[in-house]
């Protein structure tokens, strides 16, 4: 059995209302986008949507659907201080499955059919030794840090092909599956050997920033357009 997890807090320091306004003409924006997916996957036994703004739990307690809880989250783990780490913690005493899907409603191109195929790819790895799982992103190219490369040594070549650079693997936020056992012995979203599950640069796209909601806006309109045309 295996809950999705869906953190909203009150405020945005960047993007002001991000969880709830408008997003493409889509009245709800990026919570209504989100719950309609995790909805549609058949493999997610329930929803529990943690939020301290009064406008998102109203606005989830109008959906019917029986999968959908709604934790009231105390102010002091929904403030713009409060850590991820602190948040973790928490999740244990609100969720009662066996298995926990935390996932976010700024990752909008991860649908129906990736978490499918991201529960799958969680419980066949844990066949193979793996304890969690989390969404990434593969960055194959020139990384540096302030003085000099991370992912190839200049002295064996200055500009290597970048297929011929050792990958490094951003955590995109899209998704982390874990047990609940594993929040409570080590107060983290994932355990001590996390699968990580390489998407497309596009389901990685983590809307953090004003142009990330634009752009993300921009390519929801475009994907649609296009299906209707079909």
């Known amino acids: 059995m295996i809950t999705a997890f869906l953190p909203c807090r009150k405020g945005s320091q960047r993007i002001a209302d991000k969880n709830i306004k408008d997003f493409a003409n889509i009245k709800g924006g990026l919570l209504s986008i989100k719950l309609n997916q995790l909805k549609k996957c058949t493999l997610i036994n329930s929803i529990v949507v943690s939020s301290n703004d009064e406008r998102i739990l109203e606005l989830v307690s109008i959906d019917k659907d029986s999968r959908i809880i709604i934790d009231e989250r105390p102010d002091y783990l929904g403030s713009s201080s ?9 999740v244990p005493s609100i969720v009662h499955d066996e298995h926990i899907l935390w996932t976010h409603v700024t990752s909008p191109f ?5 978490y499918q195929k991201i529960i799958e790819a969680y419980f066949f790895n844990m066949q193979q030794g793996y304890d969690s799982l989390m969404t990434a992103h593969k960055l194959q190219g020139f990384i540096w840090n302030e ?3 991370i992912s190839y040594n200049r002295d064996e070549l200055k ?11 951003e955590i995109d936020s899209g998704a982390f599956v874990s047990s609940a056992n594993n929040y409570k012995e080590f107060s983290d979203r994932i355990g001590k050997h996390p699968f990580i599950y390489i998407q497309e640069k596009m389901k990685s796209l983590d809307i953090d920033w004003p142009d990330d909601f634009l752009l993300a806006e921009e390519i929801w309109k475009f994907q649609n357009s296009h299906c209707n045309l079909k």
């Open 147 to 149: 003085t000099s490369p």
């Open 110 to 114: 991860i649908n129906e059919h990736d």
């Open 82 to 90: 409060t850590t991820t780490d602190e948040l973790i913690r928490y």
């Open 159 to 169: 500009w290597p092909m970048t297929q011929n650079i050792k990958p490094f693997f």
